[in-house]
């Protein structure tokens, strides 16, 4: 039998043992052992050496103690097999602090930005914009003293902002809840297949 085809036969077993998980979840893992087999392959290829691959899959164990170790590892969250790195899925907890910080952020940002919005109207000449750093940095904020800010030309200031603040905020907490509705709808479909 040759060596493509012992891999096959070693890969479609892997796959029937991983029955208890979802398709796409069994097919990540195929093409992980695969990946890893031809990596192996190919490492020992560059070495000048000859690849045994009844050796590189004796190394990996039977398809059905492999498959129950990822199974495990999906579904119950314990250690990967030995060797191996954590697939994907298993990082969900990884994925849900970056949708909290995504909203967090893209939320406080565009109320924030509302809220100049409504303190320009308030008071126009206390609100402005500057360069800072020579430069470098935009700075958005209330002035302490406009009075003295009237002498920096440096300053831009009026009612301007409010439409222009009113409008980054609303498309900013738009833009942050569609990305964070796509996150939600990619991550479930990816746990559903």
Same mark, same amino acid.
């Given at each position: 039998?040759? /060596?493509?085809?012992? !891999?096959?036969?070693? =890969? *479609?077993? $892997? ?8 398709? &796409? ?23 000048? /050496?000859?690849?045994? !691959?009844?050796?590189? =899959? *004796?190394? $990996? ?8 170790? &990822? ?123």
């Amino acid at each position: 039998m040759s /060596e493509r085809k012992k !891999v096959r036969q070693y =890969l *479609d077993n $892997l796959n029937r043992y991983l029955s208890p998980l979802s398709d &796409y979840e069994a097919q990540e893992v195929v093409r992980e052992i695969e990946s890893h087999i031809y990596d192996t392959i190919d490492d020992i290829e560059i070495r000048g /050496e000859i690849a045994d !691959v009844e050796v590189i =899959l *004796d190394r $990996l164990g039977a398809p059905r103690e492999l498959a129950q170790q &990822y199974v495990g590892h999906i579904q119950h969250g314990t250690p990967p097999p030995t060797g191996f790195a954590a697939i994907p899925l298993v990082k969900k907890g990884l994925s849900r602090t970056v949708s909290v910080s995504l909203m967090c952020f893209g939320y406080f940002c565009g109320i924030a930005l509302i809220a100049l919005a409504f303190a320009n109207l308030l008071i126009p000449n206390g609100i402005g914009v500057w360069s800072e750093a020579d430069g470098n940095s935009i700075v958005i904020g209330m002035l302490e003293n406009p009075m003295l800010a009237q002498e920096n030309n440096e300053v831009i200031r009026g009612f301007w902002l409010s439409p222009v603040a009113l409008i980054a905020g609303y498309l900013i907490l738009m833009m942050t809840h569609k990305v964070l509705q796509f996150i939600r709808q990619f991550s479930s479909e990816a746990h559903h297949d």
